[in-house]
C-alpha cells in the first residue's frame, strides 16, 4: 500500500507541475478509440464577475485547445494488449491535438475503463486526541480503515473518503474542526488490475510523456454526464465504451461504486459481422449508420446495400440485407449488456438508492431505441446523458463517445480528495523517530 | 409447368451459355497495398515534440539562420584578396561621394578679424583649399581656434556655393598688466589677449602691476572708473600680496585700500581729498588698510614742518636727526626708531 501511496503522491505532484505550467492532456485509451485533449490552465480571472460566470466547479478555470481522436488498436476489453499499436495511437492522437494547440504536452492525465474493476467500501475510526477534528486526525483515520485482502497484483485506483462521521453525527462531507470525541469514515476504494495499470504507465511513458494521475473511464464518465442533482440524490452511471460497459453509482456526489461489463459495441459489430458476414468495418457502418433496437414493419422493407467494394473479394452478387435482420441482431446483445449491468447493479444495491436514475452514456448510448430498451431492463428513470459542455471543446467532441474525456478533464480541474491527498500519518512515515523525539522534547520540557 | 418450360427453352434460346472457363484461368485478385497505419513514428513524434519546444523552435528559427549567414560571409571574407576588393570598394564609393562638386569647399571668408588674426586662422585649416566638406570637421576646428587668446568666440559654417565662413569675435584689450615676466595686454575678463613691449604701446589704457592682478582686472577697473577726480595722477593699481590693492598716484603718493571692500574705501579717500585737498599737500600714503582707522603718512618737508613748530630738530631722509651738535642727534634718532616701533 506505501508503494502505491507514494506513486499517487508522485501523480499528484505532476499534476500541480502541470497546472503551474498550464497545459495539460487528457488521453482516453478506449477499446475503439483513442482521444487526447489538451487543456489549458488559466487560472481565475478569465471572466470577469459581469460575465455572468460563477466557478462553475472549476470548469470556467480552463479551456481545451486541443482535441484529436484516433482510431484504437491493440486494446481490448479497455486493457492494453499490443504495446507497439497502442502506443503507436497514443502518439498520433497526442501529435494530433499538440499541432492544433502548439504547445508541447509533458503531462497526461489516463483514464482506464476495463482491468476488472473492484469496489471496496472500508471503514476506520479513531479517537479524537485534541477534542476536535484536525487534518490529522482525517488521514489517521482513513490510515485506520481496516483494508481487506484485495487480492494477487491489485493496485488502488481511487481511494476516496465518501462519508465521515463525528460521533453520532453521520453525513458529514467536510468534518475539519468539528467538535467530538470519535472520528469515523466510510472510504470507497476501487482496485484494478495491477498488469493493466502498469501496461498503462509503460505505454505512457514510451511516448515520452508524464503520468500526471489515472481515472477510472466509469468515474469520469459519471462526473461528466451526470447533472450536479443526479450525483447529489443518486444515480448510476452506465459508460457503454467498445469494449468495456463501465458501471458507476453516485450519491452525495461521490462514487459509491463502480464496476465493468466485458461486454461493449464492439461485440454487437462482431455479432453483425458474423451473422450477416460482412466485414467487419461493414459490420460497424451497419450498425452506426442503419442500426437500431426496436423493428417495426417498415424495417422489412427498407433494404440495406451491402455489396462488397469492386477491389475486394467480389465475387459479382450484390447483397442486401434487411434492416429487421439488423436489429434482430443487434437487440439479444443489446439485451445481454444491459442484463450484465442490470446484475452490477443490484450487486450494487442500487435497489436501495433513494433515487434509482440510470444515466447511459458512452459510444454505444447512440444506438437508437436504447432509452426504451433500458427502461424496460433497468428501470424507470432511464436517460441518454451527454458530456457537460467545456470550454473550447469542438463540436464532434461533445458525443457520449467522449463522456470520459471530458470528465477527466473535469476531474484534472477539480479533484476529489483522495487518501493520498493527506499526509501520511507520522506513524506510516519514514522520519518517525525524528517527529517522535521532537514530540517528546516539547511535551517534556 | 409447360410455360415454364416454354420459359427455360426462350431463356437458352437468348443467352448463349457461358464459355467454359479452365481452372486456375481465373484472374488473381489484384494485391492490395497494406495501408500505412496512421500516426507518426516515433522518430516523427520525438522531432514534432522537438519544434513544438519554444527553446528549440527559435534555436532553428532564428539561431541557424543567423548562422548560415555567419558562415557564409565568413567563408566569403576568409580570402585577402576579397576583403581588400571589398575595402577598397568601399572606400571608393565614399571618396567618390564625398569629393562630388555639392560638396567641396574652395574659398574662406573670415569677418570681424584682425589681419593678423585673419592669418592665423588660414593657417590654422587643417586641409588645403579647395577640399571635401566632409574632411573639414568644424567642431573640431572651432575648438582650435577658440583656444587662440586674441579670439574670444568664432562662428564656422560652410555656405552655399562651397565657402567656409567664420565670423570671428576677437578679445578687446581692457587693462595693462604689468608683472615678472612682462607687459600683457588683457581683456575686461583678465583673459590674456596679447604680449606688448612697452607701455607706449597702448598709452591709453589704464595699468595694473603685481601677481595676481589679472585674476581681479573687474574689481581693478571698478577702482579705475571710481577714481575719477584724481585719473589724470593716476599711473596704475598694483596689487599687493596676491590680497589687496594699492593705487599709486604720481609724485610717489600711494593709497592703500583693504583686501575687503576697496571701492567704499577709495571713495572714502576721495572725498577726504576733495574735503581737505589731502592730496595736494605732503602726504606719501593715505593707509586705509584697517577702513575705521585711516592713517596718513606724511612727506619730510611736512614733517620738518610740524617739528619747527613744535620746537623739535629737523630729520632728514633717512629719519636722521639733523642737529648741531652731533651727539644729540644721535639720541634722538634712537628715541625716534623706539618711537616708530612702538
Not at chain 1, 72 to 85: D, H, N, Q
Not at chain 1, 240 to 258: N, P
Not at chain 2, 75 to 90: F, Q
Request: net charge neutral; hydrophobic share 45%.
Amino acid at each position: 500500500m506505501r508503494d502505491l501511496y507514494e506513486a499517487q503522491r508522485a501523480m499528484r505532484q505532476a499534476r500541480r507541475a502541470a497546472m503551474a505550467r498550464g497545459v495539460l492532456a487528457v488521453l482516453d485509451i478506449g477499446t475503439s478509440k483513442v482521444t487526447c485533449i489538451v487543456l489549458q490552465f488559466d487560472g481565475p480571472g478569465q471572466f470577469r464577475e459581469s460575465d455572468g460566470v460563477g466557478p462553475m466547479a472549476g470548469q470556467s478555470s480552463f479551456r481545451v485547445i486541443g482535441q484529436f481522436t484516433t482510431q484504437s488498436r491493440g486494446v481490448r476489453y479497455g486493457e492494453i494488449e499490443t504495446m507497439a499499436e497502442t502506443e503507436h495511437c497514443v502518439r498520433h492522437a497526442v501529435q494530433g491535438a499538440q499541432k492544433q494547440a502548439g504547445v508541447r504536452v509533458d503531462h497526461v492525465i489516463a483514464t482506464i475503463s476495463g482491468a476488472r474493476p473492484a469496489s471496496y467500501g472500508l471503514a476506520g475510526e479513531i479517537a479524537l486526541r485534541s477534542g476536535k477534528v484536525t487534518e490529522e486526525d482525517v488521514a489517521a483515520a482513513l490510515a485506520a480503515c481496516e483494508v481487506p485482502d484485495f487480492g494477487r497484483n491489485r493496485d488502488v485506483l481511487h481511494a476516496q473518503p465518501v462519508n465521515f462521521a463525528v460521533d453520532a453525527r453521520s453525513g458529514l462531507s467536510d468534518p475539519r474542526d468539528i467538535v467530538g470525541d470519535r472520528l469515523a469514515v466510510d472510504m470507497h476504494v476501487l482496485t484494478i488490475d495491477g498488469f493493466a495499470a502498469s501496461n498503462l504507465v509503460q505505454c505512457v511513458q514510451r511516448c515520452d510523456l508524464e503520468l500526471a494521475g489515472v481515472g477510472s473511464a466509469a468515474y469520469a464518465a459519471g462526473r461528466a454526464a451526470l447533472v450536479e442533482d443526479e450525483q447529489e440524490l443518486g444515480a448510476a452511471c452506465v459508460d457503454m465504451g467498445g469494449g468495456v460497459t463501465g458501471v458507476s453509482l453516485f450519491l452525495k456526489k461521490h462514487m459509491l461504486f463502480a464496476d465493468a461489463v466485458r461486454m461493449g459495441g464492439d461485440l454487437v459489430t462482431r455479432d453483425i459481422s458474423a451473422g450477416l458476414r460482412v466485414p467487419l468495418a461493414t459490420a460497424e457502418w451497419l450498425k452506426t449508420r442503419h442500426g437500431g433496437l426496436e423493428a417495426t414493419n417498415r424495417d422489412d422493407r427498407e433494404m440495406i446495400d451491402v455489396t462488397p467494394e469492386r477491389d475486394e473479394h467480389w465475387d459479382g452478387e450484390r447483397r442486401t440485407v434487411s434492416r429487421a435482420d439488423l436489429i434482430g441482431i443487434m437487440r439479444p446483445r443489446v439485451e445481454e449488456i444491459l442484463d450484465g449491468v442490470r446484475e452490477v447493479l443490484e450487486v450494487a444495491g442500487f435497489d436501495q438508492m433513494p433515487s434509482r436514475q440510470v444515466v447511459l452514456t458512452g459510444g454505444a448510448s447512440q444506438i437508437p431505441g436504447l432509452d426504451g430498451l433500458a427502461m424496460r431492463i433497468l428501470g424507470q428513470n432511464v436517460r441518454i446523458g451527454r458530456p457537460l459542455r467545456i470550454h473550447g471543446l469542438a463540436q464532434q467532441h461533445t458525443a457520449p463517445c467522449h463522456a470520459a474525456t471530458v470528465g477527466l478533464a473535469l476531474h484534472a480541474a477539480n479533484p476529489q480528495d483522495e487518501w493520498w491527498d493527506f499526509e501520511m500519518p507520522v506513524e506510516r512515515a519514514g522520519v518517525v523517530g525524528l517527529r517522535r523525539a521532537y514530540r517528546w522534547f516539547r511535551n517534556n520540557w | 409447368m409447360s410455360g415454364l418450360k416454354h420459359l427455360t427453352a426462350a431463356f437458352s434460346a437468348a443467352a448463349p451459355p457461358a464459355p467454359a472457363r479452365r481452372p486456375g484461368a481465373r484472374p488473381p485478385p489484384a494485391a492490395r497495398t497494406a495501408r500505412r497505419e496512421p500516426g507518426p513514428s516515433r522518430l516523427a513524434y520525438r522531432l514534432n515534440r522537438l519544434w513544438l519546444t519554444p527553446f528549440y523552435r527559435r534555436l532553428l528559427r532564428i539561431g541557424l539562420p543567423l548562422l548560415l549567414v555567419a558562415a557564409v560571409t565568413g567563408l566569403w571574407l576568409s580570402d585577402e584578396t576579397r576583403r581588400a576588393n571589398l575595402t577598397g570598394g568601399v572606400a571608393a564609393l565614399v571618396e567618390n561621394i564625398q569629393s562630388r562638386e555639392a560638396f567641396m569647399v574652395r574659398k574662406m571668408e573670415i569677418e570681424g578679424a584682425s589681419p593678423a588674426v585673419d592669418r592665423a586662422l588660414r593657417a590654422m585649416l587643417p586641409v588645403n583649399l579647395p577640399a571635401s566638406s566632409f574632411d573639414i570637421e568644424l567642431r573640431d576646428l572651432r575648438q582650435a581656434v577658440e583656444r587662440l587668446d586674441a579670439i574670444e568666440k568664432v562662428e564656422f559654417r560652410i555656405r552655399p556655393g562651397g565657402i567656409l565662413s567664420a565670423v570671428v569675435v576677437e578679445r578687446e584689450p581692457a587693462i595693462l598688466w604689468r608683472h615678472a615676466r612682462g607687459l600683457d595686454l588683457l581683456d575686461a575678463q583678465g583673459h590674456r589677449v596679447a604680449s606688448v613691449t612697452s607701455r607706449e604701446v597702448r598709452r591709453d589704457l589704464p595699468l595694473i602691476a603685481g601677481e595676481g592682478a589679472a585674476r581681479h582686472t573687474g574689481e581693478a577697473l571698478a577702482l579705475i572708473d571710481a577714481a575719477g577726480p584724481i585719473l589724470p595722477r593716476l599711473r596704475g593699481l598694483e596689487r599687493v600680496g596676491e590680497r589687496r590693492w594699492d593705487v599709486v598716484l604720481d609724485r610717489g603718493q600711494r593709497i592703500m585700500l583693504p583686501t575687503e571692500r576697496p571701492l567704499p574705501a577709495l571713495r572714502r579717500a576721495l572725498a577726504m581729498d576733495r574735503e581737505d585737498a589731502l592730496l595736494a599737500r605732503d602726504v606719501t600714503v593715505i593707509d586705509l588698510r584697517d577702513p575705521s582707522r585711516p592713517v596718513l603718512r606724511m612727506g619730510l618737508a611736512a614733517q620738518n614742518t610740524l617739528r619747527r613748530a613744535a620746537g623739535l630738530p629737523e630729520i632728514d631722509a633717512d629719519g636722521n636727526l639733523i642737529e648741531p651738535e652731533e651727539g644729540g642727534a644721535k639720541t634722538a634718532a634712537a628715541g625716534n626708531a623706539a618711537r616708530r616701533g612702538g
